[in-house]
């Protein structure tokens, strides 16, 4: 499971020229999955998510979590984070999960996470074609494979 993390200042999902989340301070979270990913795998994840103290203090150093800020958060489903590029120019997406083993993986994350958060999280819909619009607060841009847990 991995995860690409961003601190925003706001971010919003578009699909067919709907809104279909909107944030504004919080975190913006693309996850991709593969098929040996678990229950543990997401439980390290979404506790990983909620704590990575990332926004800044009154001192201005990142001590605070998404949750320490009363931050929101949006989850999109992101299966290109498995893209090998080794052999060619065109991407092989061949480690991502299929999206029948995926989307379970996907609704269970977005379920812990908002458990872990205490309150809704904002998503996109698997498989859509999404416009995310956002803007990156920092930038701070972090990402998180839950196969290197260090």
Known sequence: MKVVVQRVSE???????????????????????????????????????????IFSDENGQMNLSVKDVSGD???VSQFTLYALTKKGNRPSFIKAAKPEIAIPLYEKFVARVSNDLGKPVGTGAFGADMKVALINDGPVT?????????
């Open 73 to 75: 958060i949006i989850i």
């Open 142 to 150: 972090i990402v998180i494979d839950s196969k290197s847990k260090e």
């Open 11 to 53: 971010a919003s999902v578009t699909i067919e020229g709907n809104v279909k989340s909107k944030i504004s301070l919080g975190l913006l979270v693309l996850v991709g999955f593969e098929e040996s990913d678990t229950d543990e795998d997401i439980e390290w994840m979404s506790n990983k998510l909620v704590s990575l103290r």
